[in-house]
């Protein structure tokens, strides 16, 4: 998953709690997106972004917020954590032919 | 209907011969189409992106994009037990929305 950094890898919430998992890629790409993905399912879009200062709604984007200030980062902010939201995790980047995923944060809501 | 529509499998086929996996899509102006395959507890990898009609190659992969028939395949020749995870097919206009993809086993 070269070039596309996700953390933490690894986060247990309490009900309530609220926490920010980063996203960061070094390959100047335009196209950024989180998903998650639930155990057995598939990936449902949260939020994506065409270039910095842009975002737009995914699929399940209730409970979450983004931000683009610059081409690199992505964070993905949850406000006040639900066990619904226990799930893994993933960002992506694209750029022409270039598709990357990062490795994941598995968060636990209890 | 759903965006982006693969049978969940799973596909079975003995080692060393072709699988087959199909996707379609609905939307008409989609611009890029992406094979990932991902390994249970992993990330999703990239195995190949099509983007005219037609067949492009890579090693034991092909993919096959029909746009009239907004229709997307992947071949796998040769298969081998380590070909054996979720294949996801995955289309892009500005999102990038996935099929829930298809569990391929290969046997031994």
């Known amino acids: 998953n070269a070039g596309v950094t996700q953390t933490p890898k690894f986060r247990i919430l309490k009900i309530g709690q609220s926490m920010t998992l980063q996203c960061t890629q070094d390959?100047?790409?335009?196209?950024m997106y989180w998903y998650r993905q639930d155990p057995g399912m598939g990936l449902k879009l949260i939020y994506y972004s065409v270039g910095a200062g842009i975002t737009d709604k995914g699929e399940v984007p209730n409970g979450y917020n983004v931000s683009r200030s610059t081409t690199e980062d992505f964070p993905l902010r949850l406000e006040l954590a639900a066990p619904s939201q226990t799930s893994v995790y993933f960002c992506?980047?694209?750029?022409?032919?270039?598709?990357?995923f990062g490795q994941g944060t598995r968060l636990t809501v209890v | 209907q759903k965006e982006v529509e693969q049978n969940s499998g799973p596909l079975s086929v003995p080692e060393g011969a072709i699988a087959s996996l199909n996707c379609t899509y609905s939307d008409r102006v989609s611009q890029s189409f992406f094979w990932y395959r991902q390994y249970s507890g992993k990330s999703p990898e990239l195995i190949m992106s099509i983007y005219s009609n037609g067949d492009k190659e890579d090693g034991r992969f092909t993919a096959q994009l029909n746009k009239a028939s907004q229709y997307v395949s992947l071949l796998i020749r040769d298969s081998q037990p380590s070909d054996s995870a979720t294949y996801l097919c995955?289309?892009?206009?500005?999102?990038?929305?996935f099929g829930s993809g298809t569990r391929l086993q290969v046997q031994p």
């Open positions: 992506a980047s694209i750029l022409g032919r270039e598709a990357f």
């Open positions: 390959m100047n790409h335009n196209y």
């Open positions: 995955a289309v892009l206009r500005r999102a990038l929305t």
